[in-house]
């Protein structure tokens, strides 16, 4: 049995100080892992029902695969687990800015870690990935993609999240970073959120594949008129989970959003 409360992992980043923590619940007898960005929580195991349901809504109106993803924010994983295990999916490229996340996945140091990192579908990116959908310079922000530049070596990032294929498109690209639209981790994610952000972001995406969003706020009207000026079939589905912590039931928002035909 795991000691009753343990930092597995502190870092500073550019982002602020990052830390990995592991406790054990008292009413469950269970580990519970559970990551702060300074005194702010980011997420927690104990919480995973809107990164699994992220990825459920955003494939479940796709066809048939094979199907190519990609996701924005690794965390603890769920979200691009819930990825995996679609039979559908063939390849998967998850994004994110800080390597100390990265690399507590590929040390083992989540429950999830060893078998995203293992899976040859899988491929863990370092990067800006809000730089990256946008193709523009990451200036004041986290690194671009694996430290890639633009072919006249400056910084200006490639459009695309896959630094080995500028401009691959996907036939779903799922996101989980900020806490929603109008509370983001750093200044420069705002912008994708607005029409021109979406735009660019839509052109990494196969015609009539989708985009989907994950948000700790309730649906938010301003942001869906903004996805409906950029995209067709847009939805803000609700989903309820179970809260231990404060008894009750808390919500989530999941932002389903599909690319035009053609």
């Not at 004041?140 to 999240?161: F, N, Q, R, T």
């Not at 869906?224 to 919500?251: I, K, S, Y």
Request: with cysteine; hydrophobic share 40%.
């Amino acid at each position: 049995m795991s000691a009753r409360f343990e930092e597995i992992d502190w870092r500073a980043t550019p982002m602020g100080e990052i830390s990995l923590r592991r406790r054990r619940d008292p009413a469950s007898g269970e580990d519970v892992y559970e990551v702060k960005l300074d005194d702010e929580y980011l997420m927690s195991s104990l919480f995973t029902a809107g990164e699994v349901e992220l990825t459920r809504l955003g494939l479940a109106a796709l066809p048939d695969g094979p199907l190519d993803v990609a996701v924005g924010g690794l965390g603890l994983g769920y979200t691009a687990r819930a990825a995996l295990d679609d039979p559908r999916v063939r390849s998967l490229i998850v994004v994110d800015a800080l390597a100390e996340v990265i690399d507590w996945h590929r040390r083992g140091l989540v429950p999830l870690g060893a078998g995203l990192a293992s899976d040859p579908r899988c491929r863990l990116v370092r990067g800006d990935f809000f730089a990256m959908a946008a193709g523009g310079a990451a200036a004041g922000g986290p690194v671009p993609a694996d430290g890639v530049k633009a072919a006249d070596g400056s910084d200006e990032v490639p459009h695309g999240l896959d630094p080995e294929t500028p401009g691959r498109r996907f036939h779903a690209i799922l996101l989980d970073v900020d806490h929603s639209p109008r509370h983001v981790l750093h200044p420069g994610h705002a912008a994708l959120y607005r029409p021109a952000g979406l735009t660019a972001l839509a052109e990494l995406l196969h015609p009539g594949g989708v985009f989907a969003l994950w948000s700790n706020d309730p649906p938010d009207e301003e942001f869906g008129a903004v996805l409906a000026e950029v995209f067709t079939e847009t939805a803000a589905h609700v989903v309820d989970f179970a809260n231990p912590l404060q008894g009750g039931t808390a919500t989530n928002t999941v932002y389903v959003a599909r690319r035009r035909e053609g």
